[in-house]
C-alpha cells in the first residue's frame, strides 16, 4: 500500500465556490428570472390584444354576413313579374265561370303590402325611413303547426347602445360611438295589416356603431343613391344592388369601416318585354 503525505494545499483546490462567486450567480439569475418574466408578461398582454382584436373582426364579419343572407333573399314579385296595370283593376275582382278554381281574389291593400303585381301577387313594402325594413326568404322554420314559412319580415337599424358599465374605457367607447347595431326578426304571421317593430325583441348585431349606411343602386344613373325615393321610379321595389357601410369603433378607440355590397339572387326579367307578349 503506497501512503501519502497530508498536503494542506490539495484541500484549498478541491474546495467550493465563495461566498462573492454565489452572491454574482443569484443576481445573474434573478435577472434572467426578471426578463424571462416581462418577456412572458409582454406576450400575455400582445395575445389578450390579439385576441381582441380578433373578436372584434369575427363579430362584425358575422354582423355583415347575417345582414348580407338576409338581403340575398329579398323577395318582391316584381323580380319576376311586373307592376299591376290600372286598366285591368275592374276585371280581376271577379268569378270565372263560377269555378272556385280559377277563382281570382280581390287585392285589398295593407300598410306591409300596399300594391300588387300584375300576376295578384301581394308586394311587400321596402322601407328605409327607420332602418332598412323587408320582406326576405331566409327564415328557416324550426316547428311544425306554427305560422311560419320561408319569409319574414326583418328591419336593421341602430339605437342607443344598451350596454351599462362602470369601466371608463367603456364609458368613452359609448361616448364616441353611442349606438349598436340591430336585427329585428319577424317570421309568424307575415300577412298581418301592420307591424308593431317596437314590440319586437331585437338581437344586437354590433356595439360601438356610429353609423349605418345603406345605398341603392340606380341602373340609370348608374350610381348607387342613399334613398329609395332618389330612385328614377320610386314605385319601384326590385332592387338590383345594395352597398352597406357601418362605422364602429374597436377596443382600442380606432374607428372602423366595414362595406358589403350586396345583390339580391332573383334573376332579371325585363317585365315590361315580357307584358309586351301577353
Same mark, same amino acid.
Given at each position: 500500500?503506497?501512503?501519502?503525505?497530508?498536503?494542506?494545499?490539495?484541500?484549498?483546490?478541491?474546495?467550493?465556490?465563495?461566498?462573492?462567486?454565489?452572491?454574482?450567480?443569484?443576481?445573474?439569475?434573478?435577472?434572467?428570472?426578471?426578463?424571462?418574466?416581462?418577456?412572458?408578461?409582454?406576450?400575455?398582454?400582445?395575445?389578450?390584444?390579439?385576441?381582441?382584436?380578433?373578436?372584434?373582426?369575427?363579430?362584425?364579419?358575422?354582423?355583415?354576413?347575417?345582414?348580407?343572407?338576409d338581403l340575398?333573399?329579398?323577395?318582391?314579385?316584381?323580380? %319576376?313579374?311586373?307592376? =299591376?296595370?290600372? +286598366?285591368?283593376?275592374?276585371? &280581376? @275582382? *271577379?268569378?270565372?265561370?263560377?269555378?272556385?278554381?280559377?277563382?281570382?281574389?280581390?287585392?285589398?291593400?295593407?300598410?306591409?303590402?300596399?300594391?300588387?303585381?300584375?300576376?295578384?301577387?301581394?308586394?311587400?313594402?321596402?322601407?328605409?325611413?327607420?332602418?332598412?325594413?323587408?320582406?326576405?326568404?331566409?327564415?328557416?322554420?324550426? %316547428?311544425?303547426n306554427v =305560422?311560419?314559412? +320561408?319569409?319574414?319580415?326583418? &328591419? @336593421? *337599424?341602430?339605437?342607443?347602445?344598451?350596454?351599462?358599465?362602470?369601466?371608463?374605457d367603456i364609458?368613452?367607447?359609448?361616448?364616441?360611438?353611442?349606438?349598436?347595431?340591430?336585427?329585428?326578426?319577424?317570421?309568424?304571421?307575415?300577412?298581418?295589416?301592420?307591424?308593431?317593430?317596437?314590440?319586437?325583441?331585437?338581437?344586437?348585431?354590433?356595439?360601438?356603431? =356610429?353609423?349605418?349606411?345603406?345605398?341603392?343602386?340606380?341602373?340609370?344613373?348608374?350610381?348607387?343613391?342613399?334613398?329609395?325615393?332618389?330612385?328614377?321610379?320610386?314605385?319601384?321595389?326590385?332592387?338590383?344592388?345594395?352597398?352597406?357601410?357601418?362605422?364602429?369603433?374597436?377596443?382600442?378607440?380606432?374607428?372602423?369601416?366595414?362595406?358589403?355590397?350586396?345583390?339580391?339572387?332573383?334573376?332579371?326579367?325585363?317585365?315590361? =318585354?315580357?307584358?309586351?307578349?301577353?
Amino acid at each position: 500500500m503506497i501512503k501519502t503525505k497530508y498536503d494542506p494545499s490539495n484541500f484549498k483546490r478541491e474546495s467550493g465556490l465563495s461566498l462573492i462567486e454565489v452572491i454574482v450567480s443569484i443576481t445573474l439569475l434573478s435577472y434572467i428570472m426578471v426578463e424571462v418574466l416581462r418577456s412572458t408578461d409582454q406576450a400575455t398582454a400582445i395575445k389578450d390584444k390579439i385576441i381582441v382584436g380578433d373578436n372584434e373582426i369575427i363579430q362584425t364579419e358575422m354582423a355583415m354576413e347575417r345582414l348580407n343572407l338576409d338581403l340575398t333573399q329579398i323577395y318582391s314579385p316584381l323580380y %319576376f313579374s311586373g307592376p =299591376k296595370k290600372p +286598366q285591368r283593376r275592374q276585371n &280581376r @275582382y *271577379s268569378y270565372q265561370d263560377n269555378d272556385p278554381q280559377t277563382r281570382i281574389f280581390p287585392y285589398r291593400p295593407t300598410k306591409m303590402f300596399p300594391r300588387e303585381s300584375s300576376d295578384g301577387l301581394p308586394i311587400p313594402l321596402i322601407d328605409d325611413d327607420k332602418g332598412f325594413a323587408f320582406l326576405t326568404s331566409s327564415n328557416k322554420r324550426k %316547428f311544425e303547426n306554427v =305560422k311560419q314559412s +320561408q319569409y319574414a319580415w326583418v &328591419r @336593421y *337599424s341602430l339605437r342607443n347602445i344598451t350596454l351599462k358599465s362602470d369601466d371608463e374605457d367603456i364609458e368613452a367607447l359609448k361616448g364616441a360611438a353611442p349606438y349598436e347595431l340591430i336585427r329585428t326578426y319577424i317570421p309568424d304571421d307575415i300577412y298581418r295589416e301592420d307591424i308593431d317593430w317596437s314590440k319586437i325583441k331585437p338581437q344586437i348585431l354590433l356595439r360601438f356603431v =356610429k353609423s349605418l349606411k345603406f345605398e341603392f343602386w340606380d341602373s340609370k344613373r348608374e350610381k348607387y343613391v342613399e334613398n329609395l325615393r332618389d330612385l328614377n321610379d320610386p314605385k319601384a321595389t326590385n332592387l338590383r344592388s345594395i352597398k352597406v357601410t357601418v362605422k364602429w369603433v374597436n377596443k382600442r378607440n380606432q374607428e372602423k369601416i366595414a362595406t358589403r355590397v350586396t345583390r339580391p339572387l332573383w334573376p332579371i326579367f325585363d317585365t315590361k =318585354k315580357d307584358d309586351s307578349k301577353n
